[in-house]
């Protein structure tokens, strides 16, 4: 079963539901805060970083495939925002 930030990469963010956008946004952050912690040391810095992550994820929009290939996209942009 695909989970909800499969949304990302098939429809409008900003035209969901925001219940919907809030439960995308909490799966991302939990995906994403444990390498983004890992690599910078410092929780608002992580904060800071998921958030412009996110506004860029959502502002591309990949064409994925499946599940797999859209969380291995969203790890490369989060790396490049946490260095």
């Known amino acids: 079963m695909e989970s909800k930030l499969f949304f990302i990469a098939t429809d409008d963010f900003v035209a969901l539901n925001p219940d919907l956008q809030r ?3 909490m799966e991302y952050y ?3 805060y444990s390498p983004i912690i890992y690599m910078v040391k410092d929780h608002a810095t992580a904060e800071d970083i998921i958030q412009i992550s996110f506004l860029k994820v959502i502002k591309k929009r990949p064409a994925a495939e499946n599940e797999a290939k ?8 989060v790396k490049k925002y946490g260095l």
């Open 23 to 25: 439960e995308i946004y």
């Open 30 to 32: 939990k995906l994403v």
């Open 70 to 77: 859209l969380k291995a996209w969203i790890h490369v942009v």
